[in-house]
């Protein structure tokens, strides 16, 4: 089992930044990925951004050059720097942990709002 917890989320103006935080405990087996995901009222869920433990990154093109994603492994910790918000990015933010596809666990999200 993995348990997730994010936080950072919060309301901002569009153009400001942001940074979640996805901190994981449990039973941590290598390889792994760990991303962010986000759900906007009425939208399908959809992916972010990924990292897995050796630090590969992939990211949606509507947020490239703006998000980061960042993996610290000695805390289990996995952040999101959010710059240049905008109005869409709005949604929940949901951490999500997979490692097989029965090893997958996801936190309960954190509320992103950013105002025009």
């Known amino acids: 089992q993995v348990q997730l917890v994010e936080s950072g989320g919060g309301l901002v103006q569009a153009g400001e930044s942001l940074r979640l935080s996805c901190k994981f405990s449990g039973t941590i087996f290598s390889p792994n990925t760990v991303g962010w995901y986000r759900q906007a009222p009425g939208k399908q869920c959809e992916p972010v951004a990924t990292?897995?433990?050796?630090?590969?990154?992939n990211y949606t093109n509507s947020v490239k050059g703006r998000f980061t994603i960042a993996r610290a492994n000695a805390e289990n910790t996995v952040y999101l720097q959010m710059n240049s918000l905008k109005p869409e990015d709005t949604a929940v933010y949901y951490c999500?942990?997979?490692?097989?596809?029965?090893?997958?666990?996801w936190g309960k999200g954190t509320l992103v709002t950013v105002s025009s």
């Open positions: 990292i897995n433990n050796s630090g590969f990154t």
């Open positions: 999500n942990f997979h490692r097989t596809i029965i090893s997958d666990y």
